[in-house]
DNA sequence: TCAAAAGTGTTGGCCATACACCCATGC
DNA sequence: GCATGGGTGTATGGCCAACACTTTTGA
């Protein structure tokens, strides 16, 4: 049953999920790290992630890592896969592939510590790339593939949503577009834009009291997924090309 | 080495990559597909595809896969990671895990069989999901999958220009467009579009002359992968949303 | 001269940006 | 009143679909 083709050369490889999971806090965009509690890369950070087990899919190991890491249920956020990473020296360990996921959630509790990591912490994205310890295996790279993909959904599909609480206003919202993309946006336009997009908000009738100034419109995330038309970065945004194999 | 976490439940998995070969050849979209030679499926059609080696990246082994099955090198065409498919009953011999790729090429030589293969052939697409016989495995659901993104990334990428052989016409260009998205376009506007986005086309100083007409300038293919602006499909077209993790 | 395809010009409408301005509230 | 953010109105400019029109060839 498990042999497949034993063929030499074909040897059957370890298959892990590893996640970005990012959120907006204290207006800085952050992402979950732990830090890894065995050898290779001991006490380096790195994305939370694990073995795949038996009878299930990657997107229930993905799920599932989750929990373990987060306390976090995976109804309340957004996830999807983002892509394989096989370099067959990515981990010193052996033959280990493994496929990236994405998650995108609202202000989320502080972590408890999952079985393979000794702690696990928000760190700004900023922080981990000029920070001093770089992340361990080829975790940079998938964070980076992961920032450039959640910066793309926000033009064409309503996961900024997925990063608020609800209920939330629409000043909530341009605040995620601001944070993840980094730079201002027009409030009256940005308002226009999304209030007139098809069921991306949907109100509550309720209005939230700011500490000071006129109360907002408070809002549920609506049933569309994608964004008509798309909410696009204007300006000379460096957009990379798709991701194409190159020979040799 | 190759014990990375010898638990039970963490079991070592196969992992093969499947091939979506897109071309257009006579006015219709089509897909190589083979004849499965083995059980499961014998008989039945599948996508080209195989096991992992060694040392080998996802990447090579879908070039190299994309060589044995078509003998066409992977400098002509275009080859990127679509996404992982691993329903645990996915194939019935076990617990295998694919990587799905995209690949467009331009009218390709009638392919010769592989190795696993007792025969690979062109097939239209319409006929594939209309034909009586169906796909292998979960292969009708990556080819779905790979048709959207073809399309999608027809309007924000430079790859339509990989289903051109070189060099080619404004006019061959705008027919796979044409084709692809199953929608005529206007020849002027369309014209207009393409020859202003930057380094997407670069003129040979060449002219081809139909069989009849106005003999029509040649292009080669420019370095710009991206396609700004990009080319929008017009009117009521129904795009799926991203394909997302639902807990339960 | 006709058919066919390449290629150009023009126009009207839509939409996005920029920005002025009003609204509602706490202090 | 005034500061602060929410929210509305509007005009200018750019882009795009539609389509009329010209050009260049083979037959």
Chains 1, 2 share one sequence.
Not at 120 to 143: K, Q, S, T, Y
């Amino acid at each position: 049953m498990i042999d497949v083709t034993a063929k030499p050369g074909h040897a059957p490889v370890f298959v892990t999920v590893d996640l970005v999971i990012l959120t907006v806090r204290q207006d800085v965009l952050q992402v979950l790290l732990i830090e890894r509690g065995n050898e290779p890369y001991l006490g380096f950070p790195a994305l939370p992630g694990g073995h795949v087990r038996d009878g299930e899919t990657l997107d229930q190991a993905a799920l599932r890592e989750l929990g373990e890491e987060t306390g976090v249920d995976g109804r309340s956020l957004h996830l999807e896969q983002l892509r394989a990473y096989s370099d067959p020296g990515r981990d010193p360990r052996g033959r280990v592939i493994t496929v990236a996921y994405l998650a995108l959630g609202p202000g989320l509790p502080h972590p408890t510590a999952g079985t393979d990591a000794t702690a696990a912490r928000w760190v700004p994205v900023a922080d981990v790339f000029d920070g001093p310890v770089p992340l361990a295996f080829d975790h940079a790279g998938i964070l980076r593939d992961a920032l450039e993909r959640a910066r793309s959904q926000l033009e064409h599909t309503t996961v900024a949503a997925a990063f608020c609480a609800e209920p939330f206003t629409v000043g909530d919202l341009r605040h995620i577009y601001e944070v993840v993309w980094g730079m201002p946006l027009d409030p009256s336009n940005f308002r226009r834009k999304v209030t007139n997009a098809d069921s991306f908000l949907v109100p509550t009738g309720e209005r939230r009291h700011p500490e000071t100034g006129r109360p907002a419109a408070l809002y549920r995330r609506g049933a569309a997924r994608l964004l008509l038309p798309p909410l696009l970065r204007s300006g000379d945004v460096t957009r990379p090309g798709p991701v194409v194999v190159t020979p040799h």
